[in-house]
């Protein structure tokens, strides 16, 4: 029930990806993110949907932006879709996902950005089908470890490696501390490339951390991030409805 309950958490608040500014859809997926508006993102998804579509008719390249972008988008969606019990919709999007992150494996199979993202779509059918959680779990991990052994700076890798660390049980090898500090690694980098502005991604990643630190009782950096990410974005719907009280209450 533990493993069930950080999951669900996970798949709330970790929605993030590898690639920053690649489509002209991302301040609108932004801004959705913000206002926790999924209609509006599945709506973009959409749109994105159909441009790819339009691309692929003619010349493209496998690993184009918009392409890169919409695996991101998908990413996202899925583990609202979870934690909203809406499974049938996504693995719908989960699949999609992976049809997208396996062509571009397919022509670059060391890839550690999508061998990241293969890890965390391996998570998604956790959510789904918890009875198979020790299957996946393996697979999950397996291609974490990948990932982090051919980029061990990506920050999508950290990322990951970290859901690893920090969802796991202790006897699987869990560790929440170490977890925590890819976490935070993640965020240096991603504010040492200056791509914090208009990123869903680095807001999300800044929420988990903060409900991370709660979770643990660290009440001192738990208000740290809290304050970092209500800077970051002073109108963002979800940490204020969410975990605002929580905070207020330590």
């Not at 550690?112 to 999950?140: D, M, P």
């Not at 990123?199 to 643990?216: K, R």
């Not at 990410?229 to 963002?236: G, K, L, M």
Request: a positive charge.
């Amino acid at each position: 029930m533990e493993r069930k309950k950080y999951l669900l958490i996970f798949l709330i608040l970790l929605i993030g990806g590898a690639i920053f500014g690649q489509s002209k859809y991302d301040r609108e997926i932004y801004d959705s993110y913000v206002k926790n508006d999924m209609a509006g993102w599945k709506q973009t998804i959409k749109l994105a949907e159909r441009d790819l579509a339009a691309e692929s008719r003619g010349a493209f390249s496998y690993k184009s932006p918009l392409r890169v972008s919409l695996i991101n988008y998908y990413y996202g969606i899925c583990g609202w879709l979870i934690s909203q019990k809406e499974n049938k919709q996504a693995m719908e999007y989960i699949k999609k996902g992976e049809i997208l992150i396996e062509s571009i494996l397919d022509k670059e199979p060391e890839n550690a950005t999508f061998i990241a993202y293969k890890a965390a779509f391996k998570g998604f059918r956790i959510g789904i089908s918890n009875f198979k959680a020790i299957y996946l779990g393996v697979q999950s991990l397996n291609h974490a470890k990948k990932a982090m052994a051919l980029e061990p700076e990506n920050f999508r890798v950290l990322i990951e490696m970290g859901n690893v660390l920090y969802y796991s049980p202790s006897f699987a090898g869990g560790d929440k501390q170490k977890g925590l500090e890819l976490y935070e690694k993640a965020v240096y980098k991603i504010e040492k490339s200056k791509s914090e502005q208009y990123n869903w991604q680095y807001l999300s990643l800044l929420t988990s951390i903060t409900n991370a630190y709660l979770e643990i009782g660290n009440s001192k950096k738990a208000l740290e991030y809290y304050n970092k990410t209500t800077s970051a974005e002073p109108a963002f719907v979800w940490i204020k409805q969410n975990l605002g009280p929580k905070i207020r209450n330590m």
